[in-house]
């Protein structure tokens, strides 16, 4: 294990904070367990690093991807165990989908260390919902959806725009536009998508 709390918190601390997704701030994170869904590409990993950073004491924090070659021959079950009795308080399980029985294993983590925070993610809501043991009812679920026009603007330029509700939009578009219009050049930045 000591080898993986190295590798976690290499991966932690070397992670940039400049650009987030919308959804690291809007996760509960005092939720025991939290599942995110996202599409391939979409930032899980990224955004589970980030989130550790932020807000986790790195010493009690540790990051896998359910995929590593630890996994072969290891249990994550027993790794959570050994984590939590040695002081251990926010597991982070990327890909958990790779993982077989990732399910059955996540319940009884949740079922027999009440202490550890677990946060995981899947390309799927559907495995998470389908999977052996029914954790819907344990899981606190977001979605991560793909990067918007707004987020790309961010991450291209470092030009952060407000966000506008539909009500908004429909009662102050002129002045919403002009103010847009300001500041980037839409048609200009559709082409480079």
Partial sequence: MEELKFESQQKIATLSLDFQRYLVNEIDLNNPLIAIKGARGSGKTTMLLQIAKKNFDLERTLYVSLDHIYFFENKLYYL????????????????????????????????????????FTSS??????????????RAVSY???ELSFREFIEFELGIKL????????????NQIASNLLQKIKPLALFQNI
């Fill in 162 to 173: 407000s966000k506008y509700s539909f009500e908004e939009i429909v009662q102050n578009h």
């Fill in 124 to 137: 799927s809501m559907l495995e998470i919902y389908k999977a052996e043991s029914d954790l819907s009812r």
């Fill in 80 to 119: 959570a165990k050994e984590f939590s009795d040695t002081g251990g308080k926010h597991l982070l399980l990327d890909e958990v989908h790779k993982y077989p029985n990732w399910s059955r294993e996540i319940k009884l983590i949740y079922d027999n260390f009440p202490s550890l925070n677990v946060i």
């Fill in 143 to 145: 979605n991560l959806k």
